[in-house]
């Protein structure tokens, strides 16, 4: 079953919680350029029925700052999800506690999986040296009256002891 709805019908959470559909598993999110929107589509399961339902959800208000709300406090693994729809296709997900990217380098330029991406940035160059990471992050949240800020918020405290022990090949 294919659902297109609005942002709220994501946020619904009858989808989780009434018995009747129960999709309590979120098998991915994928995201999308539609040249005129960008958008998401989640993919859901119900272990309990063993069916799937893909819900379509376009992000507003334009191609510039793309926004959609998290589903994280749904569906705990939407929160790696959302990092990586960002670190390709640049959608913000509001209330998201970490929006760094995930796979490419912090200082990485536009987002390569939208289709006006400009692939000869010389910008973009992969090093072979130690990616530089960061302690901090962003987080969206919405204002009370509406608004969309952007906060930097702490990932390590000053006295946590931070140790990389990857990538083991």
């Known amino acids: 079953e294919c659902l297109v709805g609005s942002e709220m019908c994501i946020r619904d959470s009858t989808l989780l919680d009434d018995p009747e559909v129960a999709m309590d598993y979120l098998v991915t999110i994928v995201g999308m350029d539609w040249v005129d929107s960008l958008g998401c589509v989640y993919y859901l399961m119900s272990t309990r029925h063993n069916t799937m339902m893909s819900v379509i959800v376009k992000a507003g208000p334009d191609r510039d700052t793309p926004y959609l709300h998290s589903v994280a406090d749904l569906w705990r693994i939407a929160e790696i999800y959302e990092r990586e729809v960002y670190d390709y296709f640049g959608i913000i997900f509001i209330n998201n506690q970490d929006m760094r990217r995930l796979f490419l380098n912090i200082d990485w330029k536009g987002y390569p999986l939208r ?10 160059t992969v090093t072979t040296e130690n990616e530089r990471q960061s302690d901090s992050t962003f987080t969206w949240v919405e204002t009370p009256d509406g608004k969309v800020e952007k906060r930097e918020v702490a990932v390590f405290a000053p006295e946590d002891f931070v140790v990389n022990i990857g990538p083991q090949h």
């Open 115 to 124: 289709k006006d991406y400009d692939m000869n940035n010389p910008h973009n």
